[in-house]
């Protein structure tokens, strides 16, 4: 009976043991998620962010959208560009009174096409992101005006020649470059340096 009393006891001591193990990692990606979000505030002085965290990311949705903390009581409007883990990760696209949802870059079928601009030396180049490849996890950037080369390794940010979003956001980096007929019908597939598994808090971008 005392065996019995003593190993129920060890196994109730492990059970909590291992939620603290969880919840001690989950308090590890929140704080590198906040680390992430200060850098990118202080790496970007000139535009205004507002922090905000995820409210709901549900698992049938889980790379389409997530729901984050304010709303139009915070000034959040339609079309704000949101990023999270040093890199764009959506657009606001609903905007309620104290929340807002967020269709994220990985959602294949609703991605909002993005006006880009890729560092290339002297010669950048401007395109539209305009898709998402699930088999690879990487992005897609076609309407290219330019037929000059692009290496791997090259970055992707925002543009504001469309007028419609803030420049200089960062997206990621050119992986790799795809021609199907003429150099000006290439596809290019960016890694993003957003880290969407984990996302938990996030940068509007004000302007």
Not at 58 to 81: D, F, K, M, R
Request: glycine share 8%; proline share 1%; hydrophobic share 40%.
């Amino acid at each position: 009976m005392n065996t019995y009393q003593e190993n129920k006891e060890l196994k109730v001591g492990l059970a909590e043991v291992d939620s603290l193990k969880a919840e001690n990692a989950s308090l590890r990606e929140e704080l590198a998620a906040l680390q992430s979000d200060l850098g990118t505030v202080s790496s970007n002085q000139s535009t205004t962010f507002l922090s905000a965290n995820v409210l709901v990311r549900n698992p049938a949705s889980w790379v389409n959208s997530l729901t984050i903390n304010v709303g139009s009581s915070s000034g959040i409007l339609e079309g704000q560009l949101v990023m999270a883990n040093g890199g764009l990760i959506g657009m606001v696209e609903k905007v309620y009174d104290d929340s807002a949802a967020v269709s994220l870059l990985t959602n294949s079928d609703g991605l909002k096409k993005i006006a880009i601009r890729i560092e290339n030396g002297d010669t950048d180049v401007y395109g539209i992101l305009s898709g998402y490849d699930t088999d690879s996890n990487r992005l897609i950037v076609s309407q290219l005006n330019s037929s000059a080369d692009l290496t791997a390794g090259n970055a992707v940010v925002t543009s504001d020649l469309a007028g419609t979003s803030p420049a200089n956001i960062q997206i990621g980096k050119v992986s790799e470059v795809v021609t199907s007929s003429g150099n000006l019908n290439r596809q290019v597939y960016i890694e993003p340096t957003a880290d969407f598994s984990t996302i938990y808090s996030v940068l509007v971008v004000m302007s």
